[in-house]
Structures are given as C-alpha cells and as structure tokens.
C-alpha cells in the first residue's frame, strides 16, 4: 500500500487530454514538493515535472503538474501513442522522514 | 551530459549481503547541491527509495529498511555503492542509482537500472 495514491490506469484517445491524480496527506504533499516521473514500457523512470509545477527544458509543454492541498495533478495534452507509459508522482514525508513514491499509474493511448 | 552507471552481481543469495556501484561521468559528486540516491523497483511493481548520500557524508534512508542500507561516497573515484545486508527474495528488484536535488529532493537523472535476483 503506497503511501500516495494514484489511479492504476487511465485512458484516452490520441490528441486528447488526461489527468493523473495523487492523493497524499499533510505529512506529504501538504508541506512539500511534488515530481513525477514517466517510464517507458523497459526502461529507466525520466524526470518529467519536478516543484509542483516545473518542467526540465526538454520535456514538451503538452505536459503540466499542478497542486492543491494535500493533492498534485499530472495533465498531459495532445496525446500520443508514444505517451503510453507509467506515471509516478514522488515527494517527502516528513513523518515517515522518506522519500515517498505513488503507487503508479498505467497510461493506455487508444 | 551527466550519465549514472549501476554495476554488480545479478544474482546474490538469501540472508548475504546485496553489493552495488553506481558510477558517476559528465559531473563530480563533490558538489554541494546534490544528493546521490539509490531506488529500486520489485517486477511488476512501483518504485522504492532506498536512501541518499550527500559528499559531506551525511547518508539518510528509508526507516523501514530498519538498518540494513550503507550508502557511501567515494569521490576520488566518483561512485557511490549502496550495500543491502541480510537480503531475502523481497529485495529482487531493478535497482536504480540517481541524482537527487538537494531542498525539494526529486530525481533529475537517472542510471539505467541493474537486476538483482536474490535466490540460492
């Protein structure tokens, strides 16, 4: 059981938007920073929103992350097939003193 | 292009103690900016940190693990090994080292990941 909840799967049709929530606690998202990541079916996670909100220079502006409260959100636009991946929402606990990880969530283009 | 590089056995048996090396090209792991972490990953399952390092030596890791990581630096050759004592099946996993931002603490590069098979 992660300490973040995520849905297990999402879907949508290519060209169009989706969401991915995690769900967390004051101990976790309340106080602190959220990233998330996407991991292509094989291979290493890759960095994709990082401080609630941020992108790093090279991931595209179709994706965004956004925070209220004791949740974070990933939005992706414009889907394509090569988005199909899980998605991983991360951040502190400061009562567990740990990084704390999502349980994931699988992204079908269909 | 800073690049992280996970080497080891893939296979160590139950109750020994599971030994990797993350090498470090393209940026020195002397900086004050960053910490140096490992996080693994069970087949089929999410992600786990397991703890980070910073080249002051200060080291801090997941409670649960309940004292079994050593995460270290060694700076005159720019790696990092992490040491996981009395392993059973429960630690097979894809392990990953990765550069972790110092303050709002995520992963901004990551190695390619290395199994380990614990199994006799």
């Known amino acids: 059981q992660s300490v973040l909840t995520q849905p297990p799967s999402v879907s949508a049709a290519p060209g169009q938007k989706v969401t991915i929530s995690c769900s967390g606690s004051?101990?976790?998202?309340?106080?602190?920073?959220v990233s998330w990541y996407q991991q292509l079916p094989g291979t290493a996670p890759r960095l994709l929103i990082y401080?609630?909100?941020k992108r790093p220079s090279e991931i595209a502006d179709r994706f965004s992350g956004s925070k209220s409260g004791t949740s974070a959100t990933l939005g992706i636009t414009g889907l394509q097939t090569g988005d199909e991946a899980d998605y991983y929402c991360?951040?502190?606990?400061?009562?567990?003193?740990?990084?704390?990880f999502g349980g994931g969530t699988k992204l079908t283009v269909l | 292009q800073l690049q992280l590089q996970e080497s080891g056995p893939g296979l160590v048996k139950p109750s020994e103690t599971l030994s990797l090396t993350c090498t470090v090209s393209?940026?020195?792991?002397?900086?004050?900016?960053?910490?140096w972490g490992w996080i693994r990953q069970p087949p089929g399952k999410g992600l786990e940190w397991i703890g980070s390092?910073?080249?002051?030596?200060?080291?801090f890791h997941d409670p649960s693990l309940k004292g079994r990581v050593t995460i270290s630096l060694d700076t005159s050759k720019n790696q990092f090994p992490l040491k996981l004592s009395s392993v059973t099946a429960a630690d097979t996993a894809v392990y990953y080292c990765?550069?972790?931002?110092?303050?709002?603490?995520?992963?901004?590069?990551w190695g390619k990941g290395i199994l380990v098979t614990v199994s006799s």
């Open positions: 990765a550069r972790q931002v110092k303050g709002t603490l995520y992963f901004d590069y």
């Open positions: 390092s910073h080249y002051t030596r200060f080291t």
């Open positions: 393209g940026g020195s792991i002397s900086t004050s900016l960053y910490y």
């Open positions: 991360g951040t502190w606990d400061s009562t567990l003193s740990a990084v704390v």
């Open positions: 004051s101990s976790n998202i309340g106080n602190n920073y």
């Open positions: 401080d609630n909100d």
